[in-house]
C-alpha cells in the first residue's frame, strides 16, 4: 500500500512539474537558434510538439500520418507542429535528409544532448505535447495508425 501511495505521489508532483514548457534554446534544422518559451508564445494558438528520431518507425509513420491531414488541421485551427528530433550526435546527420525527403511542413527542432526529451521526462518516443497559451494541455504517449484522428478531435476542444 505504501508503494501505491508513493507511486501515487510522484506521479502527481511529476505532472504538476510539467505544466509549462522549459525554458530552453534548441537549434533548429538550419542552425538557428529557438527559445521555447518566447518562439512558441502566440496567444490561443496550439503547438503540437512530436518527439521523435529518425530510426523510430512509429514515430516517423505518426508525422506522415499527421502530414497528410496538417493542412486540414491548419484551415481549420491555429496550430503548428513542431517535430523535436531527439537523435544524438551519432545520428544527427540523418535527420535533415529525411526530413527533406519527406518534405514535411513542420519546423524541425534538434534536441541533441536531449535536454527538452529529459526536462519533460520522456521516456520513450513517439511522444507527443500540446501547448496553448504556454501551458501543457495534453500529452499523448506513443502511437498506433488512427490515432492522430483522436489528436485532432483533442485539438478542436481546445
Known amino acids: 500500500m505504501n508503494k501505491l501511495y508513493l507511486l501515487l505521489l510522484f506521479v502527481g508532483f511529476n505532472s504538476i512539474a510539467q505544466h509549462q514548457l522549459p525554458d530552453l534554446n534548441l537549434m533548429d534544422i538550419d542552425g538557428k537558434k529557438t527559445s521555447l518559451k518566447n518562439d512558441f508564445a502566440e496567444k490561443d494558438k496550439i ?3 512530436s518527439f521523435w528520431a ?3 518507425a512509429p514515430c516517423i509513420n505518426e ?3 499527421i502530414n497528410d491531414s496538417f493542412d486540414d488541421w491548419k484551415k481549420k485551427l491555429n ?3 513542431i517535430a523535436v528530433a531527439t537523435d544524438d550526435s551519432r545520428t544527427q546527420k540523418r535527420v535533415k535528409p529525411l526530413v527533406n525527403g519527406k518534405e514535411w511542413p513542420y519546423k524541425i527542432l534538434l534536441d541533441t544532448n536531449q535536454d527538452f526529451k529529459r526536462a519533460m521526462t520522456i521516456v520513450n518516443i513517439p511522444y507527443t505535447v ?3 497559451n504556454g501551458v501543457i494541455v495534453h500529452i499523448q ?3 498506433v495508425p ?3 484522428s483522436e489528436l485532432f478531435e483533442k485539438l478542436k476542444t481546445l
Open 54 to 56: 529518425t530510426w523510430c
Open 47 to 49: 503547438y503540437i510538439f
Open 63 to 65: 508525422l506522415d500520418e
Open 141 to 143: 504517449n506513443g502511437y
Open 130 to 132: 500540446v501547448v496553448k
Open 146 to 148: 488512427g490515432s492522430v
Open 79 to 81: 496550430v503548428e507542429l
